[in-house]
């Protein structure tokens, strides 16, 4: 059984048009002289209890609706005139009675209506009497139908009400998609801006460092290499050739060589090591936390965020010691790379190119970089990015 209550009504409609036809009965009877004592006690009463109608909850307006179509029945057998005032209890009905009980509720407010307007029908004979229960068959008539059509308007507020929402949901279902479609439609220009730069490295960085290892390879077998240059020459073909598979990694979108075979630790160690062979610097590397799953375009971007920063220190820094660690956090790896350099003021100067691309890359994987730095006081790089969630694998 539906039980709906209807929508809470304007409250002026329950207040100033039942209580405003009351005063002008109580008026109109009392200046025609046909109020009595007992029926201006019955209007107070009424009053009264038509104030709980819509001062109370509604668990207590069927108990109270009944009383007030009872109080009307009254008020018209004292006076007809008072007919006029079933307009309130229809309100009454049809703004608080829940369905289906506001069909009765209505069908009782008709009798009273229908009483008030055979008042004048003499009742002495049976055609009287037939005149009377024809008016109040009409009024209930009318007045359930009435019900009916308003209930049938209900439902299909209530339907487009529900509609609405559906519409709404799926506005925001569209939304998504298109947000998740131009994500994808970004990311399918970033794979194409891609593959145009391993196409511009293979044809230009690849080529150029294929050149410069045979020129040397070409020196070395000739002998011209004097012995006073031998060091930096090996290590000048060394970074050449690394240069060079690095560079061929990228054409072919593959991870770095030591993130092939070794985890992260392992990687940013043997990087530290060949740089500081290189540089003659001493670089320490260290991890702590529990290792956790990092999606492997993290690792490479983390690595590369470590070897740009050990290539900076080299070339800016005139640092006497570095040290590289890599921390496991509750959430995210940190990755920290400290000097005791000449460092620089962090505000005073744009990031230079390097900076920049340590930086993109980081937030690319929706993380962090921070520089802390200030002359003579050495430099610090954060790098902070997301870990996968536990359980996933890199």
């Given amino acids: 059984m539906d039980a709906t209550v209807s929508s809470e009504p304007p409250r002026l409609l329950v207040t100033v048009v039942p209580y405003g036809l009351l005063g002008l009965l109580t008026?109109?009877?009392?200046?025609?002289?046909?109020?009595?004592?007992?029926?201006?006690?019955?209007?107070?009463?009424?009053?009264?209890?038509?104030l709980g109608m819509f001062a109370w909850r509604c668990a207590y307006r069927s108990v109270l609706f009944v009383g007030l179509v009872?109080?009307?029945?009254?008020?018209?057998?004292?006076?007809?005139?008072?007919?006029?005032?079933?307009?309130?209890?229809?309100?009454y009905a049809f703004a608080f009675l829940p369905w289906p009980w506001r069909v009765p509720g209505v069908a009782a407010v008709a009798v009273v209506a229908g009483i008030a307007q055979a008042s004048s029908v003499d009742k002495g004979d049976?055609?009287?009497?037939?005149?009377?229960?024809?008016?109040i068959a009409i009024?209930?008539?009318?007045?359930?139908?009435?019900?009916?059509?308003?209930?049938?308007?209900?439902?299909?507020?209530?339907?487009?009400?529900?509609?609405n929402e559906l519409l709404t949901a799926s506005i925001a279902?569209?939304?998504?998609?298109?947000?998740?479609l131009l994500a994808q439609a970004r990311e399918a220009?970033?794979?194409?801006?891609?593959?145009?730069?391993?196409?511009?490295?293979?044809?230009?960085?690849?080529?150029?460092?294929?050149?410069?290892?045979?020129?040397?390879?070409?020196?070395?077998?000739?002998?011209e290499v004097p012995q006073e240059w031998r060091r930096p020459f090996d290590a000048v073909t060394r970074l050449a050739r690394e240069s060079l598979t690095e560079a061929r990694r990228s054409v072919d979108a593959l991870r770095p060589e030591t993130l092939a075979t070794v985890r992260l630790t392992g990687a940013l160690s043997e990087a530290a090591e060949r740089w500081s062979a290189l540089h003659g610097?001493?670089?320490?590397?260290?991890?702590?936390?529990?290792?956790?799953?990092?999606?492997?375009?993290?690792?490479?971007?983390?690595?590369?965020?470590?070897?740009?920063?050990?290539?900076?220190?080299?070339?800016?820094?005139?640092?006497?010691?570095?040290?590289?660690?890599?921390?496991?956090?509750?959430?995210?790896?940190?990755l920290d790379v400290l000097d005791d350099g000449s460092g620089?003021?962090?505000?005073?100067?744009?990031?230079?190119?390097?900076l920049t691309i340590m930086r993109q890359r980081v937030e690319e994987h929706g993380g962090t970089l921070r520089i802390e730095s200030e002359p003579g006081a050495g430099t610090g790089i954060s790098a902070r990015i997301p870990l996968l969630p536990t359980g996933s694998q890199p």
Wanted: charged share 20%; glycine share 8%.
């Fill in 27 to 50: 008026v109109y009877t009392a200046a025609s002289g046909r109020a009595t004592v007992a029926s201006l006690l019955l209007c107070g009463l009424t009053a009264v209890w038509m």
């Fill in 126 to 135: 049976a055609a009287g009497w037939t005149i009377t229960a024809t008016i």
């Fill in 281 to 334: 610097l001493p670089v320490t590397v260290t991890t702590t936390g529990t290792p956790r799953p990092v999606a492997p375009d993290a690792e490479f971007a983390l690595l590369r965020t470590a070897q740009e920063a050990l290539a900076n220190i080299a070339k800016h820094a005139e640092a006497t010691r570095a040290g590289v660690t890599l921390s496991y956090l509750g959430d995210e790896v940190a």
């Fill in 139 to 163: 009024n209930m008539l009318i007045m359930t139908a009435m019900a009916a059509v308003l209930r049938r308007e209900e439902r299909v507020q209530a339907d487009l009400g529900r509609a």
């Fill in 173 to 180: 279902e569209n939304d998504e998609l298109h947000t998740r």
């Fill in 189 to 223: 220009g970033i794979l194409q801006e891609r593959q145009r730069m391993a196409r511009e490295i293979h044809d230009t960085v690849a080529q150029g460092l294929t050149g410069i290892i045979a020129q040397m390879r070409a020196a070395e077998q000739r002998h």
């Fill in 70 to 91: 009872l109080l009307t029945g009254l008020l018209v057998l004292g006076d007809p005139a008072f007919g006029f005032f079933t307009t309130a209890a229809y309100i």
């Fill in 344 to 354: 620089f003021a962090v505000g005073g100067r744009s990031e230079g190119h390097g």
